[in-house]
T-cell receptor, first 112, second 112 residues
Framework: KAGVTQTPRYLIKTRGQQVTLSCSPISGHRSVSWYQQTPGQGLQFLFEYFSETQRNKGNFPGRFSGRQFSNSRSEMNVSTLELGDSALYLC???????????FGPGTRLTVL | AQSVSQHNHHVILSEAASLELGCNYSYGGTVNLFWYVQYPGQHLQLLLKYFSGDPLVKGIKGFEAEFIKSKFSFNLRKPSVQWSDTAEYFCAVSYNTDKLIFGTGTRLQVFP
């Protein structure tokens, strides 16, 4: 089976812009979670989707949003980018909400 | 608050040395426990997991971990490390089948 794929792999934006990141889960997986990884804060949970519904949300401002489509693919959007949003954004998928999560390679976002 | 602590931030070992990385979590109900590894330039991979049953779990590449409920610990061990084990190791906990909470990670460097 193909693993979790994320596009794009690298992204450079400027402050104030918005960005959309995409995640395709492993075939058959219905749960998708998003994490932000930074050297200072480590891995922090953003949100989790299951069957197109947001099941859980982390402590991030409303500028961070996401959605899941009927084919389980997910997108996350960050509006009004700030320098501090520079990070590696990781997507993970699992068959169900209580199962082991498998991670994608991440999207490296740099905000200038 | 639910949290995960990894006390060793940076560990340096010679090949063939034994490894033990600490992981402690705060009390919060039923837990599922994980160790993930991130090799340089690669994505997070699952090393091993504990959901229930035998508290000594074996993972890939000769790693094992022991769940000690009374100590709220899930330490990772390997009897003899190799240069290829150089990576960052993350302990993660899911409380009551909720989102994953990650520790800050331990950077392991193994010298030949």
């Amino acid at each position: 089976k193909a693993g979790v794929t994320q596009t794009p792999r690298y992204l450079i934006k400027t402050r104030g812009q918005q960005v959309t990141l995409s995640c395709s889960p492993i075939s058959g997986h219905r749960s998708v979670s998003w994490y932000q990884q930074t050297p200072g804060q480590g891995l922090q949970f953003l949100f989790e989707y299951f069957s197109e519904t947001q099941r859980n949300k982390g402590n991030f401002p409303g500028r961070f949003s996401g959605r899941q489509f009927s084919n389980s693919r997910s997108e996350m959007n960050v509006s009004t980018l700030e320098l501090g949003d520079s990070a590696l954004y990781l997507c993970a998928s699992s068959p169900g909400v209580t199962d082991t999560q498998y991670f994608g390679p991440g999207t490296r976002l740099t905000v200038l | 608050a639910q949290s995960v602590s990894q006390h060793n931030h940076h560990v340096i070992l010679s090949e063939a040395a034994s490894l033990e990385l600490g992981c402690n979590y705060s009390y919060g109900g039923t837990v599922n426990l994980f160790w993930y590894v991130q090799y340089p330039g690669q994505h997070l991979q699952l090393l091993l997991k504990y959901f229930s049953g035998d508290p000594l779990v074996k993972g890939i590449k000769g790693f094992e971990a022991e769940f000690i409920k009374s100590k709220f610990s899930f330490n990772l061990r390997k009897p003899s490390v190799q240069w290829s084990d150089t990576a960052e190791y993350f302990c993660a906990v899911s409380y009551n089948t909720d989102k994953l909470i990650f520790g800050t990670g331990t950077r392991l460097q193994v010298f030949p």
